[in-house]
């Protein structure tokens, strides 16, 4: 589609917008008052869900390859994956993961 300047400004300027409400319901609202328990717990896991739903799609269809299964992509997120579990480490596990990216791309190419 095609769309013509002003469309797109308004576009942007409408979720713009909503991103703003968005954040707004959470820190302007509620920002001054104690969460309850059962909310903070589930805000814990927020990170754990947003990860991998920024990782996954780069990792299953890389813009790299045209989107086209890569075997060194996959390696590296398997391995990303089995250090995080064994070891619990965050940064193990991104640091193992990056170094097996750049070596599986280094030998398989």
Do not use: Q
Request: charged fraction near 10%.
């Amino acid at each position: 589609m095609n769309y013509s300047t002003p469309e797109i400004w308004t576009i942007i300027a409408l979720v713009a917008l909503g991103t703003y409400l968005i954040r707004f319901s959470f820190i302007g609202m509620v920002g001054d008052r104690e969460l309850p328990e059962w909310v903070l717990r589930h805000l814990r896991y927020t990170p754990v869900a947003v990860l991998p739903g920024l990782v996954a799609p780069l990792v299953l269809w890389p813009d790299a390859t045209g989107g086209n299964y890569d075997a060194p992509r996959m390696v590296a997120a398997a391995v990303t994956i089995c250090l995080a579990m064994l070891f619990k480490n965050m940064l193990l596990a991104i640091f193992g993961g990056a170094s097996t990216l750049f070596l599986m791309m280094s030998l398989l190419g």
